[in-house]
């Protein structure tokens, strides 16, 4: 799942060396957190929140099928 992740915001950023996704699993429950430069926030969250909520939606589906949790956080 984080190689998905990795791949669509890499896809969606203008500097994708500064894309860092940190990950944490505790049994079921996998907590991301994506770090982007700060110009590239915007394009990753969207307006409204919506890109931010699709991404969400494709990983957890992913996830899904290996019977896991996750939660994705967006930062600088």
Do not use: C, W
């Amino acid at each position: 799942m984080e190689e998905l992740l990795d791949y669509i915001v890499k896809q969606l950023v203008t500097k994708p060396e500064d894309v860092k996704i940190e990950m944490t699993e505790n049994g079921k429950q996998i907590d991301m957190v994506v770090h982007v430069a700060s110009e590239d926030l915007g394009a990753v969250i969207g307006r409204g929140g919506k890109v931010a909520n699709s991404i969400r939606s494709v990983v957890r589906t992913a996830a899904k099928k290996q019977n896991k949790f996750v939660n994705i956080k967006f930062g600088e």
